[in-house]
């Protein structure tokens, strides 16, 4: 059975990685899941458009990157899952954020893009082999594999958790 132990990544994401404390990768991403819907539903309203500081994103432009980098992430997984050899490229956050128009868009909206993509995303690493999960590829210039990007997606979530609540709460 592929675990963590299997995980081949460079090192920046390695602290999204260790922020998750499961073996598998789907029991992950779903425990992660629970987690974060319990948490994002409450954030008191009135925070929703707080930043801690100037010129840091709100709760609102967290929540649009959080959704953002998932997708960017189980692109890459599924890419390498099919044995794509093309290099992808990296992505600049601060860009789109800056482009995102985050500010039009409804919580509630946000909330229920969040629950159908990750829903998405389960179901996308419920459907891969052991192979597939140990799969690799080149994104922003570095290899990592399938079951390392899983662990990333949960784990990028679980940073932003920490963050809101240890700067935004």
């Known amino acids: 059975m592929v675990s963590k132990k299997d995980i081949s990544a460079p090192e920046f994401p390695s602290h999204y990685i260790k922020l998750i404390k499961e073996d598998d990768v789907l029991k992950a ?8 819907k319990k948490f994002i539903n409450k954030i008191p309203k009135k925070k929703i458009d707080y930043a801690y500081a100037e010129g840091k994103w709100t709760i609102r432009e ?12 189980a692109y890459r997984a599924l890419s390498f899952s099919r ?3 093309n290099p992808l490229p990296g992505f ?5 954020a800056l482009h995102a128009e ?16 990750r829903k ?22 570095y290899q990592i594999n399938v079951i390392a990007l899983g ?7 679980q940073h932003h958790i920490n963050i809101i609540k240890e700067r935004y709460l």
Not at 104 to 110: C, E
Not at 122 to 136: H, I, M, P, R, T
């Open 92 to 96: 600049d956050e601060s860009s789109w």
């Open 29 to 36: 991403i779903k425990k992660n899941t629970r987690t974060f």
């Open 62 to 73: 967290s929540l649009r990157h959080i959704i953002d980098c998932e997708r960017v992430f």
């Open 151 to 157: 662990f990333v997606i949960a784990g990028h979530t």
């Open 102 to 117: 985050t500010k039009n868009r409804k919580w509630k909206d946000l909330i229920d893009e969040f629950d159908a993509l």
């Open 120 to 141: 998405s995303t389960e179901l996308l690493f419920e459907s891969f082999s052991q192979e597939q999960l140990l799969a690799s590829g080149t994104a922003s210039n």
């Open 83 to 85: 044995k794509d050899v």
